[in-house]
């Protein structure tokens, strides 16, 4: 099966400016999830869709990020303004979803590294 | 507060030594556990994952991982490393199905000829 879709796949910016991230889950995976990877930590959590209802964006940051997954498939990240701790790699992933264990499963896209310069 | 700590930020083993790479976890009830590699500039792959059952997990690439309750522990295990071996290691955490991974801070492997 395809993995998870992920562009741009580098993209380096200007503080203040604006930045979309675009992801393309895997065929049927209800859930989707997007990961900010700063240099030398592990991924944190920003927003996590099932099918186009958000179920949890408490770790994001609003006044400046925003998300969409308008028809439950594709998911758009978007910045605006960027700053210079914006700076990491923006991590998609995807699941099933749903409570049974055989539907338990994470793939991650190759992920989009961010440069506010 | 749920929480993954990795102890150990930087691991380095000769060629062919054995490895043990430390995860400790703090939620409520057993959670899904979950070990990842991440090679530089690479996505994330999965090793192997643990819901229930057998609490000694094989997984790819020759690892594998124990669970142990009482200590609240999901190490994971190689016999011999490989050169090929050396990355980010993350440990990563979810209460159940449907909810997000919770990931550590990882744990850098360098693998010494």
């Known amino acids: 099966e395809a993995g998870v879709a992920q562009s741009p796949r580098y993209k380096i910016i200007e503080k203040r400016q604006s930045v979309a991230f675009w992801c393309n889950p895997i065929?049927?995976?209800?859930?989707l999830y997007w990961y900010q990877q700063i240099l030398g930590q592990g991924p944190k959590l920003l927003i996590q869709?099932?099918?186009?209802?958000?179920?949890?964006d408490s770790q994001l940051p609003k006044d400046r990020f925003s998300a969409e997954r308008l028809k439950g498939v594709d998911s758009t990240l978007k910045i605006q303004p960027a700053k210079l701790e914006d700076s990491a790699v923006y991590l998609c992933?995807?699941?099933?979803?749903?409570?049974?264990?055989?539907?338990?499963?994470?793939?991650f896209g190759s992920g989009t590294r961010l440069t506010v310069v | 507060a749920q929480s993954v700590t990795q102890p150990d930020i930087h691991i380095t083993v000769s060629e062919g030594a054995s490895l043990e790479l430390r995860c400790n976890y703090s939620?409520?009830?057993?959670?899904?556990l979950f070990w990842y590699v991440q090679s530089p500039g690479q996505g994330l792959q999965l090793l192997l994952k643990?819901?229930?059952?057998?609490?000694l997990v094989q997984g790819i690439k020759g690892f594998e991982a124990e669970f142990k309750r009482s200590q609240s522990s999901f190490n994971l295990r190689k016999p011999s490393v490989h050169w090929s071996d050396a990355a980010e290691y993350f440990c990563?955490?979810?209460?159940?199905?449907?909810?997000?991974?919770?990931f550590g801070k990882g744990t850098s492997l360098l693998v010494t000829p």
């Open positions: 992933a995807s699941s099933l979803g749903g409570q049974a264990q055989s539907r338990v499963g994470y793939t």
């Open positions: 065929s049927g995976h209800a859930t």
């Open positions: 869709f099932q099918n186009n209802g958000v179920v949890d």
């Open positions: 939620y409520g009830a057993t959670p899904y």
């Open positions: 643990y819901f229930s059952g057998d609490t």
């Open positions: 990563a955490v979810s209460k159940n199905s449907g909810y997000a991974l919770n």
